[in-house]
Every structure is written in C-alpha cells, then in structure tokens.
C-alpha cells in the first residue's frame, strides 16, 4: 500500500505502488568482455533515474539561432557513462579516461548506456486515461 500526498493530506491507494518505480540506487556488478582481446573485468554500475537520464540528454542537445536542433551523441555517451561507472579497474571514469580509450573498450562500454532516443516505456495517446 503507497501513500499519495493530495493537497497535503495523506491518501491510501490500494491499487497503484509507486516503489515499483523506484531505480535501485545499489550498484550493480557488471562482467565486461572485450572481444577482440578476450579480456574481461567487473565494474560496479548503477541505473540512471529518468529525470537524470533527462538531464544528460538536455545537455547534449544545441538549438542554434535559426531554431535548428543537432543531438551530441558523443557527449551524452561521456556524460552517462561518468554517471553510471563507480567502480572500475581504471579507477574513476574521468573525461580523460573516456578521451584516452580504443574504440574495443568504448565500444564495449557504450554498450552500457541507455538510448538516447528509446521509445520502450511511451504510452499511445489513446492509452491515456482521461477524467
């Protein structure tokens, strides 16, 4: 059973539990495996929330002055993994680290992000219930 906070009142729901929602703030072990070298090695990752998932792919975006909009996929591909990696054999996941790696390890790493652009999770307008 979940509370909801209605105009500063408390509220029972019986049908709806918002926990079920919730990201897990556990990091989570990772077994990475490069392919063309045969390596392998373990991080720690933890799950991006939406709205901060939201937040990186805002930063990633430029309007220019003719209303143009251009997607840095490079930059939302940094800025998530930085977010994401906590614990590595390289230590931290720095810019630098991600600017100094092959395409075999950030390729693999990539893998790691979610889609910028990923329509799993859309509700069909016809879907949403109207009041």
């Known amino acids: 059973m979940t509370t909801n906070y209605v105009e500063g009142e408390a509220e029972q729901s019986?049908?709806?539990?918002?926990?079920?929602y919730q990201i897990d703030t556990t990091?989570?072990?990772?077994?990475?495996?490069?392919?063309?070298?045969?390596?392998?090695?373990?991080?720690?990752v933890k799950d991006l929330s939406w709205a901060r998932r939201n937040q990186i792919l805002s930063q990633s975006i430029k309007i220019d002055a003719e209303g143009s909009t251009t997607f840095n996929g490079d930059v939302y591909v940094r800025?998530?993994?930085?977010?994401?990696?906590?614990?590595?054999?390289w230590g931290r996941t720095t810019e630098q680290?991600?600017?100094?790696?092959?395409?075999?390890?950030g390729g693999v790493l990539e893998d790691l992000v979610p889609k910028a652009f990923d329509q799993t999770g859309t509700v069909a307008a016809d879907a949403v219930k109207k009041e």
């Not at 019986?14 to 079920?20: A, E, P």
């Not at 800025?79 to 054999?89: F, Q, S, T």
Request: net charge negative.
């Open 14 to 20: 019986k049908g709806f539990d918002f926990g079920n």
């Open 27 to 44: 990091p989570k072990s990772q077994e990475i495996h490069i392919p063309d070298t045969g390596d392998s090695f373990t991080i720690q």
């Open 79 to 89: 800025a998530c993994l930085k977010e994401m990696i906590v614990e590595a054999p």
């Open 97 to 105: 680290f991600l600017l100094s790696i092959d395409a075999r390890l």
